[in-house]
């Protein structure tokens, strides 16, 4: 499965951002879909993670109640939502997909990875 990240750019501190995850040449709509994120100069960190129906999310303490994960089996396409930015949140962000149809924090879990989305909030 190859995925492909989209969405990231430039935003000010308490702007919104809406991240996409599409997977190209086979569904994924039976796979759990992870988020995760790398900062310059930091370790990969887990942001969020989707069941493969939609009905189970989880999210980082850092983000909580600030993202939101959700998918359109229709599209093929996984989505976070991202408001109240602030510059802790600038990183390249990842989606991964799951070899399990319920996701975890975990990062070998998740077998296909995309290539990344730059976000940059300003201050």
């Known amino acids: 499965v190859q995925l492909q990240a989209s969405g990231g750019g430039l935003v000010q501190t308490g702007g919104s951002l809406k991240l996409s995850c599409s997977a190209a040449r086979r569904s994924f709509s039976n796979n759990a879909v992870g988020w995760f994120r790398q900062a310059p100069e930091k370790e990969r960190e887990f942001v969020a993670q989707?069941?493969?129906?939609?009905?189970?999310?989880s999210y980082a303490d850092s983000v909580k109640g600030r993202f939101t994960s959700s998918r359109d089996h229709a599209k093929n396409t996984v989505y976070l939502q991202m408001n109240s930015l602030n510059p802790t949140d600038t990183a390249v962000y990842y989606c991964a997909s799951s070899r399990t149809s319920y996701g975890s924090n975990y990062s070998r879990q998740y077998d296909y990875w995309g290539q990344g989305t730059l976000v940059t909030v300003s201050s």
């Open positions: 989707i069941s493969w129906n939609g009905a189970v999310t």
